[in-house]
């Protein structure tokens, strides 16, 4: 089946008690049994809950994996990927530029373990290269990357990782699968932060892994319950109401993401515009290679705090959050936002400044959107 049709009916079959065309909530902690050892397969519902079930099958099928498993966030769902490939004594290597939670949980709990991490821009094959390790077992790349919208080539960064027993892990969250397939392109694992385009709507928080191998789905399926950080019913439900319309909302989004970039681009006051759709940002070739979008994520540099800061007063139209991904467009300043957990001398190195913006471009009329900056950038 093609994807919008996969986005809306795979993992979904009417349910088999009404016929509801819409997969219920099943808001229950537990199953009764027929006898014991002898029941419908559903025993305890950290276990097995069929609203989730659903939404895990659905996003195995859209990310073109043999399993899915959905957790209370995205931060949980990383998590439980640290659970499944790391022990003490190994090392892992992330891309320099994350979302700096996913930073936060590396270094200020994992490392803790007694993993070693490489933070290396793995948009440079060759830094890739030297970062391996014998005992490398992790290599986590976002792509593009959050805020700086740097791009990796996932087919040849997993060549590389692959040569020793390590797994390619690829947060595709910026992305969604209608733009970017990264187990097509050579890795063994997804994650999302289902808040993000899956749930499309910022109404819930989730996060979902999506495996290639068979062994990793199974032992990821035991850590999903042994340590439980799974998805509640309702949450399951509105990320799988989400994805019914998530191939025409990342076309909004893209479409609007690529109005504002180039607005954004012929404004004196920006020094810098981060969109992989602009055919000078650094990214572009290989962004229109291994994705069939570019979306609706961009950063912008205006040049000092003072800037920045009287700028995110005066947008209206345009909320002041943390977070992306929603229908709404949501504007805010990684440096004190989402990336205030990454040290600031890091910072600086990789252009999150105290001058940097970014715009999550939501599905408004892109006309109401520009004159809201307009008037943001008149002051
Ligand atoms: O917030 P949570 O659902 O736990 O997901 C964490 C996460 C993982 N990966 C990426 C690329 C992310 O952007 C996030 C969360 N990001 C934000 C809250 C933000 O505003 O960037």
Redesign the pocket.
Same mark, same amino acid.
């Given at each position: 089946m093609g994807f919008k049709t996969d986005a809306i009916h795979a993992g979904q079959e009417p349910d088999p008690t009404t016929g509801a065309v819409t997969i219920p909530i099943y808001q229950t902690s537990t199953y009764v049994q027929e006898a014991l050892g002898k029941h419908k397969g559903f025993e305890y519902a950290r276990t097995q809950n069929p609203t989730r079930m659903a939404l895990e099958k659905n996003m195995a099928v859209l990310e073109r994996g043999v399993a899915a498993y959905a957790f209370a @966030? =995205?931060?949980a769902a990383?998590t439980a990927i640290t659970h499944l490939l790391l022990k003490g004594g190994d090392h892992a290597i992330c891309s320099d530029n994350v979302?700096g =939670? %996913?930073f936060r949980l590396f270094d200020k709990i994992v490392r803790h373990y007694g993993v070693d991490f490489s933070y290396v821009s793995t948009s440079n094959l060759a830094d890739l290269k030297a970062a391996m390790r014998p005992n490398t077992r992790m290599l986590f790349i976002?792509s593009p990357t959050?805020p700086i919208m740097a791009i990796t080539d996932i087919r040849r960064a997993s060549e590389i990782a692959h040569r020793t027993d390590c797994r390619v892990v690829v947060?595709n969250?910026?992305m969604s699968p209608y733009f970017q397939r990264p187990i097509e392109l050579g890795a063994d694992i997804v994650v999302h932060?289902? %808040?993000?385009y899956l749930n499309g709507h910022s109404d819930s928080? =989730? =996060?979902v892994v999506v495996l290639k191998r068979k062994d990793d789905a199974e032992r990821l399926q035991f850590i999903q319950n042994a340590a439980g950080a799974i998805l509640s019913p309702f949450d399951s439900w509105l990320v799988l109401r989400g994805i019914k319309t998530l191939p025409a909302r990342m076309d909004a989004h893209n479409a609007n993401g690529m109005e504002i970039a180039k607005y954004l681009l012929k404004k004196k006051q920006v020094k810098k515009v981060y969109y992989p759709g602009l055919p000078k940002h650094p990214g572009h070739g290989l962004a229109k290679k291994q994705m069939s979008g570019f979306g609706g994520m961009i950063a912008f540099e205006l040049g000092s705090l003072a800037r920045a800061k009287a700028f995110l007063g005066r947008v209206k139209l345009c909320s002041l959050a943390? @977070?992306?991904g929603g229908v709404e467009t949501l504007i805010?300043h990684p440096a004190t936002m %989402?990336h205030a957990s990454v040290p600031a001398k890091e910072r600086a190195r990789l252009g999150i400044t105290d001058g940097l913006v970014r715009i999550s471009v939501g599905i408004e009329d892109v006309e109401d959107l520009i004159g809201d900056l307009e008037n943001a950038f008149r002051g």
């Open positions: @966030s =995205g931060m990383e979302y =939670g %996913t976002e959050n947060d969250t910026f932060s289902a %808040t993000k928080v =989730g =996060g943390e @977070s992306l805010s %989402t």
